[in-house]
């Protein structure tokens, strides 16, 4: 079972986040850069399924030179070798030009099941599993709570608002995972130690046959035109309970429009 799962370095979400005033594009140059949390399931869920049917764990990115933590992390958690796609012609590709770059790069890949995050935390438009799956002409199975591999079959476990459906799809297929599907294992001292020695291959847009001038920013399919930060926070309003606080309260409250 050769399994694929695609990583995504981003502005930690827990952190300040801010766009290039010069592009208007994400500032990830001096952003406090983490592995994308969502991915995390992603891999943790690929270790799971090799371990019960073998095979090995590729791990794909798409990003700067700086993603390469991203991929030590997921290499360390136990992942067999990594691909990265790095050309500073993709800085501000949009999704569907993203799409094209993995598809292109996955189809340089043997693999039976490809697995990402449900989301990314930077851009959370969630389409990169449609897109990729209308680009290769496999299946997709979204959002997934629980992933099962039966021969040559994937299940899945689609999990909705009301409860969960069951979907199922002939491998090769495309599998993206929620949070609830399982708990990420932390690294290893062993793991980061063995993950420094582990193979990574770093392909450029020509590697991939892909013309530059077809990605990026310049082309991209969506931008951000206009951006403002965030306004600084205004007072608050202090209702004095005269035994009639509850009155006022709910006056203040019908003022705002809230009730």
Known sequence: ???VVLVKQVPDSGSERKLDPSDNTVARATADNVINEMD?????????????????VTVLTVGPDTATDAIRKALSMGADKAVHVSDPAIHGACAPQTSAIIAAALSQLDYDLVLCGA???????????ALLS?????PQ??????LTIEGSMAKIERQTDGGYWEVEAP?????????????????????IMAAKKKPVE????????????????ATATSKVLEFAG??????????????DGAEKLVGYLAAQKIV
């Open 1 to 3: 079972m050769n399994i």
């Open 40 to 56: 995390e399931y992603a891999i943790e869920e690929a270790l799971t399924v090799k371990e019960a049917q073998g095979g090995e």
């Open 119 to 129: 989301e990314s935390t930077d851009g959370q438009v969630s389409v990169m599993p």
């Open 134 to 138: 209308e680009r290769l002409g496999i």
């Open 141 to 146: 199975l979204s959002g997934a709570r629980k």
């Open 171 to 191: 491998l090769p297929a495309i599998v993206s995972t929620w949070d609830t599907i399982n708990e990420p294992r932390y690294p290893s001292f062993k793991g």
């Open 202 to 217: 770093t392909k450029t847009l020509a590697d991939l046959g892909i013309d530059p001038g077809t990605v990026g920013l």
């Open 230 to 243: 965030r306004p600084p926070k205004g007072e608050g309003v202090k209702v004095a309970d005269e035994g």
